[in-house]
């Protein structure tokens, strides 16, 4: 994983507060086994963008700051509480950041080899930047919020499954540096990935690519693309 990060970074900027924009999940449920763990390099966003503050200006004589993004390495663990609930947990890293998801996803609905679920998650980032000045206080960033998930997936055959999630989030961040020190807002965005898993035995491979779409408070939008590698067990 460490390999498939570098060569994801080389493309991106660094992030201060990072939120996990990959799903790497599917519909069906865990069950008949019990457990599911996995892990994964992927991308995220940086909730510390200029693009995000209400004072944003993109008119500006200088060209605008974009949305900053950066390297994730995520850990995902999956139980299987019944035939058709799994709780859910991940914590994940970037290079000035971590955080953690936790929640469930539940079956709604199975037609043959189709499946539809649902993942609804509590989220947080926390992140931490060294600071130059004289008193040598750290800039720090956190964000606490939620994030609910739709899947369908289509079992092609005994070895591949095709998803299609479509996710949500909304989270209240705060910075305290000296810049914006207290200062807290509301960001939302959402996405659209498309995922491949191959499964042999208990081993599981997946990739995953996808779309973001960023809005801000001056009601502008950003896209960004985002893709993911991963390896994984079930028992």
């Known amino acids: 994983m460490r390999i498939i990060m570098s060569l994801i970074s080389l493309m991106i900027l660094t992030g201060c507060a990072v939120m996990d924009l990959n799903t790497m999940d599917t519909a069906v449920p865990i069950y008949p086994d019990k457990l599911a763990v996995s892990s994964y390099a992927g991308l995220g966003v940086d909730y510390s963008s200029p693009f995000f503050r209400d004072d944003y200006q993109s008119n500006s004589e200088e060209e605008p700051e974009g949305v900053g993004t950066d390297a994730v390495g995520a850990y995902k663990v999956g139980v299987a509480l019944q035939e058709d609930l799994d709780i859910q947990g991940k914590v994940y890293v970037a290079s000035s950041s971590w955080g953690v998801k936790a929640g469930v996803k539940k079956l709604l609905h199975q037609e043959g080899k189709t499946y539809y679920a649902i993942m609804p998650m509590l989220t947080h980032v926390s992140g931490i930047k060294e600071n130059d000045d004289e008193y040598g206080n750290d800039d720090k960033f956190k964000s606490y919020g939620m994030e609910v998930t739709g899947l369908i997936s289509r079992q092609i055959s005994q070895y591949f499954t095709g998803t299609i999630a479509m996710r949500y989030n909304l989270s209240q961040y705060q910075e ?52 993911a590698l991963g390896i994984g067990f079930q028992l």
């Open 176 to 227: 305290h540096s000296a810049e914006y020190d207290g200062e807290s807002y509301l960001i939302t965005h959402g996405g659209i990935t498309a995922n491949l898993r191959l499964k042999s035995r208990a081993l599981f491979l997946g990739v995953e690519y996808g779309v973001e779409i960023l809005p801000n408070p001056a009601v502008e939008i950003q896209l960004i693309p985002t893709i």
